[in-house]
């Protein structure tokens, strides 16, 4: 009675196995539609199963197991969050990985595909396989084929891995980066209990019952978006579900992504979502590609995503919307050198500054220049929260700067890591910063590698630094914390309105243009308000990528501070060689700049009243002492101002030099008293 019982649980066993498997090519048998089968053998379970006598594991186990040593995946992230390690793939039951090593019996290609242990009841030892066609020498799955996983598992998925969803680790600011799982993931994904601990094997995603392409347990669309929901159903990152790599519904022009992602049907960003730019399996090594399993080096994948061609990717090169490709260096002479210095960022690194307290794990990468420069597209922008939209929407079809100027993170560059100085004084380099999992304004982006945490200490314990800059004509670079300080007497209002610097800013509508002519004094600015691409109306991807002009200086007036090489710009040059200052300013409506003395006398260069780096200064107005070294004085000798003492306007007596004929005519001659001090003297 027991047996007449058991019977049909074996029977119908053996018939929804094979209903499930039969039209897969997991069906190994002679009827199998794969070309990977046996010559003659007839039955489908017999590959992996075996109803009585199972050696290794369950269910019902029949297959030889490897004794292969595996290279595990390893990233600089789970050993920066301190997330637990992969193990090893176990061969004993009811260890990590037991599931994987069974998957990998036949995808690692050190067992034969038709290594099993009973047939029909008889042993076949260990000489006699099932005779399987179309395989490698021993009778191994060939390393050619896409289902090769080889045993160098650090560029595939992680298995006998944990999945803790409540690892995290805090900023300095208070804000926590957590693993980004979901607790617990979305069905059907399945995750395996080993002594009370979660663990993903690689069926975790997959089934190897079920007919579905690639065997994925998700089945909601197409391969793309099948691929994406399986990603998605543990990896829960913050703002993608209104990204623009979520969303976007441009399609790709390549005929392989159509056929083998979209089964024949168009393939959009939003549906191949993460597999735009991550593959679970046979991600290249890194390097040269990038963690975590992006398919190319980290720049190339966001200008090519899925496609082997970008001129067929609906990605930031030739193909896209947006070819930021083209105004990178070195298709542009200045700019962010992505393209030029490649596979040095690695995730979290801006913990990793000058001055952290946090412990560099062996060999990790920093945003120090000395060792660890970069400058990768996810320095500034985070491709999992990213939205529509550019830096900041122009006012008209002739304008290039944004209707409402502000220095909040726009939609281009959001969730970004960033950190925020604290500020050490007037044209004092600040040394310490907090670091923020995302930043809210654009200059805390800028700052990570424009400033001490990036450059390091001023060996002269101001503003200046020894790094030296690889692109043509820049030589030392300068610390941008210390330059826009609000502890300074003038600064562009990157960091706060000049209005909160009180003292020291007196508005005058008639010298600004809009959009900054209105509201004076309490609007705030981007960077890249300054520097950006060289025709970003006429269609160039705006932000500070690259240009061809010097300090990627934008918009219809670029020159600064020369004319020509060599030949300073002069005031009777104003308004007739696209100064870059009169982007923004009337400099016609400022008096000082007109007066017949400075003009038609001296004919007095811009740099002789201010500095050449225009960021700020420890003296009001943007102006400078004779005293002042280079980079800020042009030439190291070109400032003619001793002293300067603020007021509202500009005031010849407010103004001391000792430069003939500045000094002359009663005009700058009285030595001042109350006047605008700095660490450089008078």
Sequence with gaps: MIIKKILPVILGFSFFAQAGIEL?????SVSGPGTIKATSETEICVFCHIPHHEREGTPLWNRKMPVTTYTLYDSEFIRRINYPEPLQPSTTEGQPGIVSRQCLSCHDGTVAIGAVYIVRGTELGDTMIIDVQNVASGGTLPTTLRTYVGTNLSIHHPVAIEYNPNISKTFGDGSVKTVELKNPPSQPIKLYDYGGTQYVECTSCH????????????????????????????HEKTGWDTSIHATSTDVYNDSGITTHYGEGTPVSVADLGCGNCHVAHNSPPYPPSGKPLLRSPEEQTCFSGASGNRSLAPCHSTGGTKNIEAVLPPNKVYGHPVMTISNIHTILDVLYGFGSTETDPAGAKTVKFTDSKHAECVDCHNPHAAQQGTHADIADATGWYPQNPTNNVSGAILG????????????????QFTTMVSANKEYQICLKCHSYWGLGQSPTLDCRTNITSDQQNITKLTDQACEFSPDNRSAHPVIMPLSSMPGRYAGNPIALKPPWNLNIGNKTMYCSDCHGADNEIGGDPRG?????????????STNWPEKAAGQPIRLSDIGTVGIFCENCHDLNAVRAHTIPPHVTGSN??????????PHGSPVSKLLGYDTFPAPYNYGGNSLKIRKYKWNSGFNKTGVYSTFSPCNSFRCHGNDLTDYDTTPYGP
């Excluded at 970004?416 to 040394?431: D, F, H, K, R, S």
Aim: glycine share 6%.
């Design 604 to 613: 007095a260069a811009c740099v002789d009243c201010h500095i050449v780096i």
């Design 207 to 234: 089934d190897p019952h079920k007919q579905n392409k690639q065997f994925l347990r998700v089945d909601v669309g197409n391969l793309a978006q099948d691929f994406n929901q399986t990603c998605i159903s543990c």
């Design 544 to 556: 500070p990528h690259g240009s061809n002009h010097m300090y990627v200086l934008k918009g219809p």
């Design 416 to 431: 970004v890591y960033g950190v925020e100085p604290v500020w050490a004084g007037l044209w004092t380099q600040p040394t």
């Design 24 to 28: 897969t090519k997991h069906n190994l």
